[in-house]
């Protein structure tokens, strides 16, 4: 994109300490101010979703040496599996001992802090 300078630029400031800029002063003046001047999109980082403990835990070398072995998109889709079993395994949990939705968020938020902490999410 570009934004065209004004060309008729004429002060119409009287005060005391003003000016107004006619004849020579105003076309040098508007010789060297540039007439277009480029504006180039804004830089916008991608956002990161990355792990921030990444690399760190008991269990993340074994997770990075699956996931290159696997390859990225399998190791996601085994990924994905595994962590809906859980959850199913915690909501079975909270059934059998009577705990409410809230409670039961709550074990799953836990676990994968845990997971986190240990490496699974590496």
């Known amino acids: 994109a570009s934004i065209c300078a004004s060309r008729g630029l004429v002060s119409s400031f009287h005060g005391s300490w003003g000016t107004s800029m006619v004849g020579d ?13 480029t504006v180039g999109k804004p830089s916008r980082s991608s956002p990161c979703m990355k792990n921030v403990n990444e690399g760190k835990g008991i ?23 595994a962590i809906a079993l859980h959850s199913q395994v915690i909501t079975e949990f909270c059934k059998s001992i009577g705990a409410d939705g809230k409670q039961r968020q709550g074990l799953i938020r836990l676990a994968k802090k845990n997971g986190e902490r240990l490496g699974f999410l590496a």
């Not at 269990?59 to 599996?81: D, E």
């Open 25 to 37: 002063d105003y076309h040098a003046l508007m010789q060297s101010v540039p007439r277009y001047v």
């Open 59 to 81: 269990f993340a070398p074994a997770v990075v040496i699956t996931r290159n072995i696997v390859g990225k998109k399998r190791f996601n889709q085994l990924r994905g599996k």
